[in-house]
């Protein structure tokens, strides 16, 4: 069951992943894993450098990279990945011949963003006593649509909201990106 648009012609994926130099550099054998893998299936595929939240915490970074190939080449006439994953610099495929993201975006064709569950499922998130941790962030799949791009805005205001996920280290006991996807739900 090929992932087909609703024209009918094979929808396009793009991976994206990234961090800071010295992030990317260290996970130099599982950016080219999930390159390879993306080659296999004819995804594009691309590494974004840097921190394109600064002077928030660069785990926001994944956020920024998202909203910026969502909004990209809209009405260019360009041709554009319907369907954008962020993959974490320590996501490694174990299955390559799998075409497991085509599969899950099958799986659910109205869902904007498509997340995994939370380890810590159920816990309470630090700050936020009302607020329960259920979705983990180092898997995003990411239609190109505008659910998507307003899903990733209200993250932003999570971030303003609390700035604690903004601006402090993961040790603060913040998760931050994934907490504003919890807070969401």
Excluded at 48 to 61: D, L, Q, R
Excluded at 78 to 106: F, K, Y
Excluded at 171 to 176: E, F, I, P, Q, S
Aim: net charge neutral.
């Amino acid at each position: 069951s090929e992932l087909s648009s609703a024209d009918g012609a094979r929808l396009r994926l793009k991976i994206v992943t990234g961090g800071d130099s010295d992030a990317v550099e260290d996970a130099e054998k599982a950016i080219d894993n999930q390159r390879a893998y993306a080659q296999r299936h004819g995804y594009d595929f691309e590494v974004m450098v840097g921190n394109w939240a600064e002077p928030w915490m660069p785990y926001w970074h994944k956020i920024m990279v998202l909203l910026k190939e969502l909004e990209s080449h809209e009405g260019d006439g360009s041709e554009v990945p319907g369907a954008v994953i962020w993959m974490d610099l320590d996501v490694v495929v174990t299955n390559p011949p799998q075409r497991m993201l085509e599969r899950i975006l099958s799986a659910h064709p109205k869902q904007a963003i498509i997340l995994a569950q939370d380890p810590m499922r159920g816990d309470r998130l630090p700050g936020a006593r009302r607020v329960k941790r259920m979705v983990n962030t180092g898997i995003i799949l990411a239609r190109r649509s505008r659910g998507a791009v307003r899903v990733l805005r209200k993250l932003l205001d999570y971030g303003r909201e609390f700035p604690r996920a903004a601006h402090l280290p993961q040790d603060a006991n913040t998760l931050h990106e994934q907490d504003a996807f919890n807070w969401l739900l």
